[in-house]
């Protein structure tokens, strides 16, 4: 399968994504409280991830569209997504518009244009200090289900630790340029363990996974430029909500390992522990208790008498007629 090219759309020079098929809440503005509601990026933050920092608003000028900021909402469970600006993204909770008032469509002014598989959309992003609000509720994308926002940030915060990850890079969106090549996987049930066996089965040095169901081939993935914050790569995996596999236009890359540098089955090793260890200490068991039987035996008295008299009797040289009979022998 990993040597397989990816047959993706090609549309005005880039590859097209979904059409996010979103309609918008409306249009508001901030109505100067105290607290601004529409902070969930800022509540991501915490002292104890000082390396996975979440800017609010999310800025991304290049590709910045009302698809890329709802997913990124989505991937951290969030209801609303909002734009401002064109560029902006926030995003925010149930409460996201508390301090928020709705004014006339007209002042969010700026459009975005996302191509997408249909040809290119466009939708409303905003204004100047105005955010097109939009719920997060997209028919081709899911949050992900069965872990809380601490857990998954969690895993995002510790991802670095894995081995052979190599860190979260910007993928080219320009047609027949991903940064690891043209050869690829689309799985909604992906794991970082299935794209890392796709792309060793075709002697690849690297695996990368982007926007949670992609996986990615290649022996080289650019230069250092590309390496993007952590928080980049925001979206669980289809397969297992407890990995990241990349993000918009980012990929999570890892190192193939080959077998014999594969980290060790831990149920293989167990399995063979309990397997071997249990004749072994059988035998070591039976070996101790002969040594006991053999030294209890060497000890006796009776014995070592029995010993002589039966020597005595067989010996050739012994030419005294009577037979002397031990106790053992019946009469």
Same mark, same amino acid.
């Given at each position: 399968m990993a040597n397989e090219t990816c047959v993706e759309p090609c549309l005005y020079g880039v590859v097209p994504k979904h059409d996010p098929q979103i309609s918008p809440t409306g249009c508001f503005a901030f109505n100067n409280s105290l607290n601004d509601s529409?902070?969930?990026?800022?509540?991501?933050?915490?002292?104890?991830?000082?390396?996975?920092?979440?800017?609010?608003?999310?800025?991304?000028?290049?590709?910045?569209?009302?698809?890329? !900021?709802?997913? /990124? #909402?989505?991937?951290?469970? %969030?209801? *609303?997504? $909002?734009? &401002?600006?064109?560029?902006? @993204?926030? +995003? =925010?909770?149930?409460?996201?518009?508390?301090?928020?008032?709705?004014?006339?469509?007209s002042n969010c002014n700026i459009s975005c244009t996302s191509v997408t598989l249909k040809g290119n959309a466009t939708y409303p992003c905003?204004?100047?200090?105005?955010?097109?609000?939009?719920?997060?509720?997209?028919?081709?994308?899911?949050?992900p289900l069965g872990i809380t926002i601490e857990e998954k940030l969690n895993i995002m915060d510790n991802i670095?630790?894995?081995?052979?990850?190599?860190?979260?890079?910007?993928?080219?969106?320009?047609?027949?340029?991903?940064?690891l090549g043209n050869k690829c996987e689309t799985?909604?049930?992906?794991?970082?363990?299935? !794209?890392?066996? /796709? #792309?060793?089965?075709?002697? %690849?040095? *690297?695996? $990368?996974? &982007?926007?949670?169901?992609? @996986?990615? +081939? =290649?022996?080289?993935?650019g230069d250092m430029e590309r390496l993007l914050p952590s928080e980049y790569c925001s979206a669980s995996c289809g397969g297992n909500n407890s990995q990241i596999c990349g993000g918009i236009w980012a990929l999570s890359i890892y190192e193939v390992p080959t077998p014999s540098t594969s980290p060790p089955n831990k149920r293989l090793i167990i399995g063979l522990s309990v397997g071997l260890g249990i004749?072994?200490?059988?035998?070591?068991?039976?070996?101790?208790?002969?040594?006991?039987?053999?030294?209890?035996?060497?000890?006796?008295?009776k014995n070592d008498l029995k010993n002589d008299l039966k020597n005595l009797n067989d010996d050739p040289n012994n030419d005294d007629p009577i037979r002397v009979e031990t106790k053992d022998k019946k009469k």
């Amino acid at each position: 399968m990993a040597n397989e090219t990816c047959v993706e759309p090609c549309l005005y020079g880039v590859v097209p994504k979904h059409d996010p098929q979103i309609s918008p809440t409306g249009c508001f503005a901030f109505n100067n409280s105290l607290n601004d509601s529409f902070n969930g990026l800022t509540k991501l933050n915490s002292p104890s991830r000082p390396d996975l920092i979440f800017p609010d608003p999310y800025v991304n000028e290049i590709f910045m569209n009302v698809g890329y !900021c709802t997913k /990124y #909402c989505i991937d951290f469970m %969030f209801s *609303y997504a $909002g734009m &401002e600006n064109g560029t902006n @993204c926030r +995003c =925010g909770d149930n409460n996201a518009l508390q301090s928020y008032i709705q004014v006339d469509d007209s002042n969010c002014n700026i459009s975005c244009t996302s191509v997408t598989l249909k040809g290119n959309a466009t939708y409303p992003c905003g204004g100047k200090g105005f955010y097109t609000v939009y719920k997060t509720d997209r028919p081709d994308y899911r949050p992900p289900l069965g872990i809380t926002i601490e857990e998954k940030l969690n895993i995002m915060d510790n991802i670095n630790k894995e081995p052979n990850y190599k860190g979260c890079f910007e993928d080219n969106k320009i047609c027949g340029q991903r940064i690891l090549g043209n050869k690829c996987e689309t799985l909604d049930t992906i794991t970082v363990n299935l !794209c890392i066996d /796709y #792309c060793r089965e075709g002697n %690849f040095k *690297y695996a $990368g996974l &982007e926007t949670s169901n992609q @996986c990615f +081939c =290649g022996n080289s993935y650019g230069d250092m430029e590309r390496l993007l914050p952590s928080e980049y790569c925001s979206a669980s995996c289809g397969g297992n909500n407890s990995q990241i596999c990349g993000g918009i236009w980012a990929l999570s890359i890892y190192e193939v390992p080959t077998p014999s540098t594969s980290p060790p089955n831990k149920r293989l090793i167990i399995g063979l522990s309990v397997g071997l260890g249990i004749p072994i200490f059988l035998i070591i068991v039976i070996g101790v208790a002969f040594l006991i039987y053999r030294n209890r035996n060497s000890n006796n008295p009776k014995n070592d008498l029995k010993n002589d008299l039966k020597n005595l009797n067989d010996d050739p040289n012994n030419d005294d007629p009577i037979r002397v009979e031990t106790k053992d022998k019946k009469k």
